[in-house]
């Protein structure tokens, strides 16, 4: 008896625990498609000083100002999609498809945050 009390407990804890962020999660899942034209997004946060800086040379295969996001194709064929931060996000309009870039970056949330771009 003692041993189902116990589980019990743990379930209605862990289920008080995860509620609201499942709840979060739910409530920012929309089933309709926004139109294109729709508000931008804002830039992502400034990395925190502590975030490992990384490095990617490519060419640039999409900007999306809408998003705040980049997608660059490194020699090797990778593509890694960036987000652009509150200094980064004015020099998106400037970018053209195919463009040779050298962005900096930092891993920050689970995004690929952009610090800086430039012409490769």
């Given amino acids: ?23 979060t999660q739910a409530g920012s899942q929309s089933t309709t498609t926004e139109p294109s034209s729709g508000p931008m997004a804002a830039p ?15 060419d640039v ?3 999306n100002e809408r998003t705040q996001m980049l997608t660059v194709r490194t020699s090797k064929g990778n593509t890694v999609l960036l987000k652009a931060d509150t ?14 870039v050298k962005v900096h970056y930092k891993n920050s949330q689970g995004e690929k945050v952009m610090t800086s771009i430039t012409p490769a």
């Fill in 87 to 100: 200094e980064t996000a004015p020099r998106l309009g400037t970018l053209k498809t195919g463009e040779r």
């Fill in 44 to 58: 992502a946060p400034k990395p925190s000083m502590w975030a490992f800086p990384h490095r990617v040379t490519g």
């Fill in 1 to 23: 008896m003692r041993m189902r009390t116990r589980v019990a407990t743990a379930t209605v804890a862990t289920l008080l625990l995860i509620g609201p962020g499942l709840a």
């Fill in 61 to 63: 295969v999409s900007v």
